[in-house]
């Protein structure tokens, strides 16, 4: 079980949310991974990187897909 499984788990257990709405696949969490990078990167200050996920997360959970959402920060950053 890696880190992250184990965290989602607790997370789950300690809020009584289901595990499985907490989960993420792997493309999601490259992607993830990959749209933290371009907040560190292209705005010079790497704590925009945890920020944006956290953004992310709350649109996705509100009903917005993951890859629009990307699009939307690849477009603003011209990636």
């Given amino acids: 079980m890696s880190w992250i ?3 989602t788990a607790r997370i789950a257990r300690a ?13 999601g969490a490259e ?5 933290a990078g371009v907040a560190a990167h292209t705005s010079g ?14 649109a996705v ?4 897909p993951l890859d629009s959402l990307a699009r939307v920060i690849d477009g603003a950053t011209g990636d």
Avoid: K, S
Wanted: net charge negative; aromatic share 0%.
């Fill in 15 to 27: 809020t009584g949310i289901d595990e499985g709405l907490l989960a993420i696949d792997g493309d």
């Fill in 61 to 64: 959970a509100l009903g917005a």
């Fill in 31 to 35: 992607e993830l991974l990959r749209l």
């Fill in 45 to 58: 200050d790497r704590t925009n990187a945890p920020l944006l996920c956290h953004v992310l997360g709350r």
């Fill in 5 to 7: 499984t184990d965290m």
